[in-house]
């Protein structure tokens, strides 16, 4: 994006540099439809100069969590500045609204974004800028201990990350003693990790009591934009999930525990080969891993390529896992230079390599959707961010040949990627539920916290696996999903993403050069028609009956059986 209204070196330093231009954009004539599309195109490049400005300071503390500096530079970005915006974006978006000439606007560019602009408006409450920004620091420290997590292994300190990577390891034993490590590692921190969770469902309550409503739950299914599904369907994706998924997950699990020929099947044997053979390395350097995504990119569509080379070239890419560096993977768009970065801890495992396509996917969305007009335009819904990454997930899988050479490998790639899709569904499903119950009993203890986890492990959960002994390792288990300190609900949208990746998938084994013109379509459209607008765009349906999860499930069950 070149900037128009900002001067190109303007640099943001402190609140008062910035004022100014929300002065002017609050204070500004709007005699014609022509001149309040001009302003809408001025305060979107705003916001972009903001963004981009507030995300390098995000992802330079992620990469290293241990510079008192970057921290600090966030942390005063939270505290210093954004909580200056707050009221004056409230002003903007009622000056917005209240113009007389917005509904001249056409509905089918603009309707998505002023339905948003108004549902800001009704949640806007000048008392919560302070608790939101209190937020915005406390959700950090879940990073700060999480980083800090590590083991000794063979006289070298490594990161719970890379630690996992021995759960692929044929040696029992070994897999054993890791797992034993690591819980224990975690068990350090439990205790502040739940005093920490304690804080911020308190601050998050207090949020949704400000604005008017009974809980968070409710609060927040607003604040996301969810215009296009209810609670009650939440509630309803939950069940069709225990009903349509967990009895494959079950059936594949007790296929893996007898071919293991395991009595007792416990946690550190999830991982490892079931016929014995040596984990997957589908790649050795963070190098490795950007240079074979360009090139399974490629052969999908060269276009696909290009973008992860620009982020290449502009080092856009922090991939391999290191002490100090928070956990996690992200995609962060950057809406002024509009080429995003990915964040991600790679350990050389094949999951690795899944999440790269995976933020590769989100990559593409960006790059597509870079041309539109307004920041806004850009800012799509989780449900269809996911989509786009979910979707290359799948659809890469046919290409994963510079990853697996060996047909043989690819064919193990294959199917594990399969039973992961199966078996993630009861997870996200898990933490939805989980959240449901948090926020709707704000007042709940930490026995009640941990009982009502442990009734989800075991309705979302297979039975095979025996946590005898274990059983304070399950019940904090939670505590490892990084969304529900950083960023409360948002997780539901991959189980719902998910189904669209399948069904996205599908399409594209049917006829390849039709989905990918499909999918490509969708994406470049960014949030200007509504959810299943795009889905509808995608060829695929916004859908999570029992009778579609079934379909879809059975979709799965049939590609992994022919493998």
């Known amino acids: 994006m070149n900037r128009h209204y900002i001067s190109k070196d303007f640099r943001i330093s402190n609140w008062e540099n910035l004022k100014p231009l929300f002065e002017e954009l609050k204070n500004r004539s709007i005699n014609s439809v022509a001149e309040l599309k001009q302003w809408m195109r001025d305060h979107s490049e705003l916001e972009a100069v903001l963004n981009e400005d507030g995300a390098w300071r995000y992802i330079k503390m992620t990469c290293n969590t241990q510079n008192e500096e970057l921290q600090e530079s966030f942390n005063y970005f939270v505290t210093e500045i954004e909580p200056h915006i707050s009221p004056y974006s409230n002003d903007l978006n009622k000056k917005l ?3 007389p000439f917005v509904d001249q606007l056409e509905k089918d560019t603009y309707f998505v ?40 292994y063979n006289k070298e300190e490594i990161t719970l990350q890379k630690a996992a990577t021995y759960f692929k390891s044929n040696d029992r034993a070994l897999r054993e003693s890791i797992y034993h490590q690591i819980q ?24 949704a009591l400000n604005t008017g409503f009974k809980n968070y739950r409710d609060y927040k299914h607003e604040e996301l934009g969810r215009f296009d599904y209810s609670v009650q ?31 007792v099947y416990r946690p550190w044997d999830k991982e490892v080969d079931a016929e014995g053979k040596e984990p997957l390395k589908p790649f050795t350097t963070g190098a490795d891993l950007a240079e074979k995504t360009i090139a399974c990119f490629n052969t999908i569509d060269p276009y696909f390529a290009e973008c992860i ?29 509009d080429v995003p970065f990915i964040f991600m801890n790679a350990v050389g495992l094949h999951r690795d390599m899944v999440t790269m396509v995976h933020e590769g996917g989100h ?44 047909p043989e490998d690819l064919k193990r790639a294959k199917k594990e990627q399969l039973n992961d899709v199966l078996k993630g569904l ?6 939805d539920k989980f959240q449901h119950w948090i926020y709707t009993n704000p007042k709940h203890t930490l026995e009640e916290r941990y009982a009502y986890w442990m009734q989800i492990s075991k309705d979302f959960g297979t039975g095979v696996v025996d946590y005898t002994g274990l059983e304070n390792n399950l019940q904090r288990s939670w505590q490892a999903q990084l969304h529900l300190y950083e960023v409360p609900f948002y997780y539901i949208e991959y189980g719902m993403a998910q189904l669209g990746a399948i069904a996205m998938w599908r399409s594209y084994k049917q ?53």
């Open 184 to 207: 224990a590692r975690r068990a350090e921190d439990e205790t502040e990790l739940n005093k920490l969770y304690d804080e911020l469902i308190a601050l998050r309550h207090q949020v």
């Open 363 to 406: 990559a593409v969305h960006a790059f597509l959707a870079a041309d539109l007009e307004l920041t806004e335009f850009k800012s799509t819904p989780s449900e269809v961010a996911e989509l786009a990454s979910m979707s290359m997930e799948l659809i890469s899988m046919e290409h994963w040949q510079p990853f697996f050479p060996n």
């Open 97 to 99: 609204i209240d113009c």
């Open 511 to 563: 006829n390849p050069k039709q989905a990918l013109a499909n999918y490509k379509k969708a994406l470049s459209l960014g949030y200007l028609k509504t959810i299943p607008e795009l889905y509808e765009a995608a060829g695929i349906k916004f859908d999570f009956s029992p009778a579609y999860v079934k379909e879809l499930a059975d979709f799965v069950n049939s590609e992994y059986e022919k493998l």
């Open 233 to 263: 369907d939440c509630y309803n994706f939950q069940d069709a999930i225990q009903q349509h998924i967990v009895p494959l997950v079950k059936q594949n699990e007790q296929a893996r525990k007898d071919a293991l020929k395991l009595d």
């Open 426 to 431: 009861p997870w996200i499903a898990s933490i």
């Open 113 to 152: 974004y002023v339905r948003g602009v108004k549902k800001s408006i009704e949640l806007y409450r000048e008392e919560n800028i302070a608790l939101n920004t209190e937020l915005r620091q406390k959700e950090q420290e879940y990073g700060n201990i999480s980083a800090a997590q590590t083991i000794t």
């Open 309 to 337: 080379t620009t982020m290449q070239e502009m080092k856009r890419l922090d991939l391999e896992s290191r002490i100090g560096k928070a956990p996690g993977g992200y995609n962060y768009p950057l809406m002024e230079t």
